[in-house]
């Protein structure tokens, strides 16, 4: 079965890098998430993309996160200047159309540790 | 805007004994309903959901769900639970007229005890 991949599954960075997350979404799939999970938080939302824009963003995705899907494979989270609280789990998705009847389908998560 | 809650954070049980995962939302909009599976070292997948139609839903490896409008609640059950089932559960609302964004809860952590 197609599966979302993400990479590194761990990162390590210091304060203030900047850091890029990558996703290969399933290759027929047109809606992209980021999701994340601090450690003993609920998963929320970030932000999703669709047509080579964003379509709907939360309040967490401020001016230091950005997506952008450069090619036709990946999709990628860029934090441009990292802070101590956004160590997190992030979790990419994709899903091939709008209605929930298409699944939204996870990778496994990048664990983002900000030192 | 939404929210989840679950109750129980953890929820230790033995191989074969049933098991119930308590899930209450709260929404200003009608919503559908999820239930996402986390196994250790996984992402998360979907379980079952609720769109419409018959409010019992049900998913291929023996859990249910249902759907209680009034209580607002969509709790998860399976009547004998298996080693293999333990993981991390979400119940997850999202509004039926803008379908993107999932609200999650909390996560209820499984653990199936031989």
């Known amino acids: 079965e197609p599966e979302v991949t993400q990479t590194p599954s761990h990162q390590v960075t210091q304060m203030g890098q900047e850091v890029i997350l990558r996703c290969v979404p399933i290759?027929?799939?047109?809606?992209f998430y980021w999701y994340r999970q601090i450690l003993g938080q609920k998963v929320e939302f970030l932000v999703s993309?669709?047509?080579?824009?964003?379509?709907?963003k939360s309040e967490i995705f401020d001016d230091q996160f950005s997506v952008e899907r450069p090619d036709g494979s990946n999709f990628t989270l860029k934090i441009r200047s990292t802070k101590l609280e956004d160590s997190a789990m992030y979790f990419c998705?994709?899903?091939?159309?709008?209605?929930?009847?298409?699944?939204?389908?996870f990778g496994n998560g990048t664990r983002l540790t900000v030192t | 805007a939404q929210s989840v809650t679950q109750l129980d954070s953890q929820v230790p049980v033995f191989e074969e004994a049933p098991v119930e995962l308590r899930c209450n939302y709260s929404s200003s909009v009608s919503v559908y309903l999820f239930w996402y599976v986390q196994y250790p070292n996984q992402g998360l997948q979907l379980l079952l959901k609720y769109l419409s139609g018959s409010t019992l839903v049900e998913s291929i490896n023996g859990f249910e769900a249902e759907f209680n409008k009034s209580q607002t609640s969509f709790h998860l059950r399976k009547p004998s639970v298996h080693i293999s089932d333990t993981a991390e559960y979400f119940c997850a609302v999202s509004p039926k007229a803008a379908g993107n964004k999932l609200t999650f809860g909390g996560g209820t952590r499984v653990l199936v005890k031989p």
């Open positions: 993309f669709y047509n080579n824009e964003i379509s709907e």
């Open positions: 290759s027929n799939h047109l809606y």
């Open positions: 998705a994709s899903r091939g159309d709008r209605g929930f009847n298409s699944p939204l389908h």
